[in-house]
Each structure stands twice: as structure tokens, then as C-alpha cells.
């Protein structure tokens, strides 16, 4: 059985919740707070170096970080990971936009604004955050007024690593509703796939 | 024949061309002054809503962007995508390391370091940048200090992808001698596998 360290309220942390449930995996899950310090005690970085959640303990002391790594690695051989070449690279496509252009400015405006006080200066990113976000955002948009998915004709890990942090923008000051597909597609995840939102 | 979308002097497009050297493929390169606005073109965007090389021309008029999708897109079913299951979820593991942890902090110092005039302003985040490109460094040393490679017993896209802004990180005011297994892997990847550095 898997065990899952993990923040419950973190959007990288939910994605390897969903994939497990929607793969219907058993695990146990491991709470960890990483907003105060829960990710650099010495027993922590002896299985993640990087100081980081999620982690998935796949065999017993054997460890894997990375969120969008652990997708990959559970949905492999499943209908998440695409069978066809091209699908498969715009799936990693999408990931590593996820990773690179998405959640730098939503996952990171939400923890502003929902971990840190009314009065903390980082919400002096909030701007330049909330630009970069919405400049994300429309590009999801523009692919989504074309497609139903982010790689293939079907709900792939692409889709569950962007859900983890858009479904939840609403919490960080993004305005959704000025993105009809990306609503569209969410309404489709959660209705079709049984998606469910960050607690 | 691939043609590539990229700027010579960033390492995210390097990964691209070293990928297509080590296999020997044919492209064309089509260099893009990405510093200078060349991403923010109407036609460039039109290309790749999201602005930014390498971009790949994999068929005529079709376009695959983020530098390690484009990797794997190369490698699969080539020695550089591992055949083990972990091994391949290892291989993402340290690309999506790459990208979050280490990319964001070395190639942006680095950036600031030759592209920028010396009294620009973004010089005052030169600290930050060195502290957590070092802290990067520092997970790459541990691993390598017993491992040949990032994935598996030999060279994959994840070596490719950390190379390229590793081997310049002098540029950008890192002290790669203060990591010896990072200098000898560099070493092995270009006495072993033909890796040559970035113009």
C-alpha cells in the first residue's frame, strides 16, 4: 500500500489524492504541515532532500517526489497516461507548463493570501502574481475553446495536475468566470471523472 | 526534418539541440532573439500562445513547446527514456527538479548576470538567486555523490535537462568546485557522451 506525506490543503499535494482515488489505490496519507517547518526536519529531508510535498512512499523506505513524477508513475499503463507518441508529449507538455508558468503564481498568490496574515509584505507580490496567473489562464482558455482535454480525446494526468491549483484560483483572486472553457472543463472533471475540489 | 524555434545562448534551448546532436537527427535552427521580444511577436504567438522557446516544428505547421516535453517527445523508444518503470518516473523526478527548483533560480541569476546591464535593478535579487541555486546544487551533489546519473545506470533526458544550465552555472556566479561529483558528472556526460557547452 502507497503512504502519501502530505499538506491536505495544497494543490500539488490533492493531485496525488485524486490520481490514488481515481485509480481507486489504497493509502494511508501522512500529514505534514511544510507552512511551518513540517518539510525541513532532519527525519523529512532524509527522504526528501529538496524539502518538499508530496512524497510517495512506493515500497517500504523507498520514496518518490514530485508531484507531477508521481502522477506519471501511478497512471502509467492506465487510460490517465495516453497510448498514442504525441498525446503523451502534450501531456508532459501541459505538466511542465503547470509547473513552470501556472503554479509559480496561482499556487503561490493562494498561499499569500490564505496562509500569511492581512498585514504580511509578500502581499506585495499579489500584482505581478495575479498577471502572470491570468496570463496562464488564457492560455488554458485558448486551448480549451478547442478541446475538451489537455492531451488527447480523454481526461489525462495533464488534466488533474492543472485542476489541482485552477479549480481553486477563485481562493487566490483570480476571477474564473472571465474563463468560460476553463469552467466548462472543470464542471466536465468533476461531473464526468468525480473530481473533487482542495478541502 | 525538425526545425527548432531558439535562442543559442539559453540553456533550455541547448537541451534541444544537444538532444538532437546525441541522436543524431537532422533540424534546422531557426534562432529567436527571446530577450529582445522575439517570443512576444503576433507570429510567434501564433506558433506558441505561451511566448517562450525552444519550440519544436515536429510536422509541418505543428508545434510541440516546453524544452523537457520536447525531450521525451525526441527520446522515447531511444536509450535516453529509460526502460524501467522507476527509472522512467526517476527521469521526470529530477526534470520536474529541474524546472521548479533549480532552472527558476541558476538561469535567471544567470540571465541577470550576461544579459543585463551591471546597475539593473533585478541585480538586488542576485542573493536569493545564489542561496537556492545552491541549495539545488546541493541535492544534485548528494545524489550524484552515489549515483553515475539522475535515472537509472545511464545517461537520459533528466541528465540532458540538468546539464544545461549546470555546466554554465559558473556564469551566473555559482563555485561549481564546491561540488565535485556535479564537476565529475559534467565531465563523464562530455567525455563519455559527447555534451558540449553552451555558446
Given at each position: 500500500m502507497y503512504t502519501v506525506y502530505g499538506m491536505s490543503a495544497s494543490g500539488n499535494c490533492h493531485k496525488v489524492r485524486l490520481m490514488l482515488e481515481l485509480l481507486g489505490e489504497e493509502y494511508q496519507w501522512h500529514e505534514v504541515d511544510s507552512v511551518n517547518g513540517g518539510t525541513r526536519t532532519p527525519e523529512f529531508l532524509a527522504m526528501n532532500p529538496n524539502g518538499?510535498?508530496?512524497?510517495?512512499?512506493?515500497?517500504?523506505?523507498r520514496y518518490l517526489p514530485e508531484s507531477n513524477a508521481i502522477l506519471f508513475y501511478l497512471a502509467?499503463?492506465?487510460?490517465?497516461?495516453?497510448?498514442?507518441r504525441l498525446a503523451r508529449a502534450r501531456a508532459l507538455e501541459w505538466m511542465f507548463f503547470e509547473q513552470y508558468s501556472h503554479e509559480p503564481y496561482i499556487a503561490v498568490a493562494r498561499m499569500i493570501m490564505r496562509f500569511?496574515?492581512?498585514?504580511?509584505?509578500?502581499?506585495?507580490e499579489l500584482p505581478m502574481l495575479l498577471e502572470r496567473g491570468n496570463h496562464a489562464l488564457g492560455v488554458m482558455e485558448r486551448h480549451l475553446s478547442g478541446n475538451p482535454?489537455?492531451?488527447?480525446n480523454d481526461c489525462s494526468i495533464a488534466d488533474i495536475a492543472l485542476y489541482a491549483y485552477t479549480h481553486c484560483a477563485g481562493e487566490a483572486g483570480?476571477?474564473?468566470?472571465?474563463f468560460p472553457a476553463v469552467q466548462e472543463w472543470i464542471g466536465r472533471l468533476e461531473g464526468r471523472h468525480g473530481f473533487r475540489p482542495i478541502r
Open positions: 518538499k510535498v508530496p512524497l510517495l512512499e512506493f515500497a517500504a523506505g502509467e499503463g492506465t487510460p490517465f497516461w495516453p497510448e498514442e500569511l496574515p492581512a498585514d504580511h509584505p509578500r502581499r506585495a482535454y489537455f492531451a488527447g483570480f476571477m474564473l468566470e472571465r
